[in-house]
């Protein structure tokens, strides 16, 4: 999947356990790990904005997009196809 959650990451360099922004944020621990995990196909704007708040970060800082090979060909002929 081209969408990566570096949940993981943030929470380790802001020194804070999955189950205290769990309950920081009103969220099941199991629900804070399938995030973790990135085995969620959405995520609520207002969840997300939750956990910048409490991570104090970004969410640029927490998902990040990482196009797979084939979308990366598929983008490069759609684009010579629009400046051709």
Do not use: H, W
Not at 34 to 55: M, N, P, Y
Not at 64 to 79: F, N
Request: with cysteine.
């Amino acid at each position: 999947m081209p969408i990566i959650v570096n949940l993981d990451v943030m929470l380790a360099r802001r020194k804070i356990r999955s189950r205290e922004l769990a309950a920081r944020i009103e969220l099941t621990e199991a629900n804070v790990s399938l995030l973790k995990s990135g085995k969620v196909r959405g995520i609520r704007f207002d969840t997300l904005e939750r956990i910048c708040a409490v991570l104090d970060c970004q969410p640029g800082d927490i998902l990040e997009y990482v196009p797979d090979s084939a979308d990366d060909a598929q983008g490069a002929r759609a684009a010579g196809r629009k400046s051709a």
